[in-house]
C-alpha cells in the first residue's frame, strides 16, 4: 500500500493511520434537488385491422394513456397491423404530427398532413389531394403514387 510516496505493508500502520469508516449520523437530513420537468411525447398506435380515416378517434390510441384520440403535433404514430394491411385515409382537416412509421397503406385525399419529424413509410403512400409537408426526412419504401395535391 502507499500513503503519499512511501510504500508499508498494512501490519506495520498504526492505528490512528488507518482510515476509519465513518457511520452515517442518526438525524441528517437528506438532500434534495428538483429536477426540471419533463414532457414525454406521445405515441399513437393504429389499432384497427379495418380501413379507416385519419379523423377516426376510434382507431388511433394513445400509448401512455390508453385512450383512443385523433394524434397531433407531438405524436409518434406508428401504424403497423401485421397482414391485416388496411389503407389510412386523411381526407380532411389539418393535421399535424412529430412523425410517422407506418407499415400500412396512407392516402391523402383531402386537407393537410404536416410531419415535423424524419419518418418512414415502407408501404404504399398515395396524395391524391390535400396538402402533404415534410420538414424532416421523409423515406418512401413502398409504391408512391401522387396524383395532385401539393
Known sequence: MAIGSRLFDKRSVSSTQRVQRRKPRRG???D???LEDRLLLAQGTWIS???GFWDDA???RDADTGL????GPADDVV???GAADPIITLRSGAQSVK???AREGLSITGGSLTIAADSQISTAFTVAGGTL???GQLTLTGASTWTSGT
Open 68 to 71: 383512443n384520440r385523433v394524434p
Open 133 to 135: 409537408t415534410a420538414t
Open 99 to 101: 412523425s410517422i412509421q
Open 79 to 81: 401504424i403497423d397491423r
Open 28 to 30: 441528517r437530513r437528506l
Open 58 to 60: 376510434a382507431k388511433l
Open 32 to 34: 434534495i434537488e428538483r
Open 49 to 51: 385491422d379495418a380501413d
